[in-house]
């Protein structure tokens, strides 16, 4: 985990940096139908069995967009989670939730996918290519 301060100068750039990417102009669909702030509620559902991680940048996300959403969470970072478990809601402005959702997601679905794979290669052995350990001289 991270504190607010190494989060702020070290997250947050990568962060702001996906979402101006991402929200490019206005969302013309979400304000034609949402024209003020409106509170609404997501639920964080677990697509796929594994490990995750990132809870704390996909928060990150939509608190940065606005200082008063709220992220509550059922699981914790390294927790193994499986399809269609229910792992989190966010709670805010719906037009925010909807302009954060893909960059927020994109995080957690990239760091999870790591440790995913990281946990299934925790008690392999490898070797670098092109080098063997000389066990010989011990």
Partial sequence: MYDQVTLGLNVDPFILSALKEDITSEDVSTNSVM???????????CKQDGIIC???????VFTLLDADTKVEFYV???????????IGKVYGDIRVLLCGERTA?????RMSG???YSSALRGHRHQAFGYQKDNSKQ
């Fill in 54 to 60: 990132g809870l704390q940048v996909f928060e990150r």
């Fill in 105 to 109: 997601l994109n995080y957690l679905q």
């Fill in 114 to 116: 790591i440790a995913t």
């Fill in 35 to 45: 024209p003020h702030p409106q509170a609404g509620e997501v639920d964080l559902i």
């Fill in 76 to 86: 914790k970072d390294g927790d193994r989670v499986e399809n269609k478990q229910l």
